[in-house]
């Protein structure tokens, strides 16, 4: 019985851990949609490494931007 319960808490404890991981997943995909990047590229590296995706994120250039004033 205590190695079930036991199993169960890891098993919750890996959920939640899973669901963080995928929430802050989105931060660098936003940021670069935003700027007219790819959102599910982004979201894609930002599951696998997300320190990088989340600088890269803020660094590119924004797309999105109008041209130049006249």
């Given at each position: 019985?205590?190695?079930?319960v036991?199993?169960?808490?890891?098993?919750?404890?890996?959920l939640l851990?899973?669901?963080?991981?995928?929430?802050?997943?989105?931060?660098?995909?936003?940021?670069?949609?935003?700027?007219?990047?790819?959102?599910?590229?982004?979201f894609?590296?930002?599951?696998?490494?997300?320190?990088?995706?989340?600088i890269?994120a803020?660094v590119v250039?924004?797309?999105?931007?109008?041209?130049?004033a006249?």
């Open positions: 019985m205590v190695l079930a036991s199993t169960l808490g890891w098993v919750l404890i890996g851990l899973l669901c963080i991981w995928v929430a802050l997943a989105f931060w660098p995909a936003r940021v670069a949609g935003r700027k007219g990047h790819s959102f599910f590229w982004y894609i590296f930002s599951l696998i490494f997300f320190p990088a995706a989340l890269t803020y250039h924004d797309r999105s931007a109008a041209g130049p006249v």
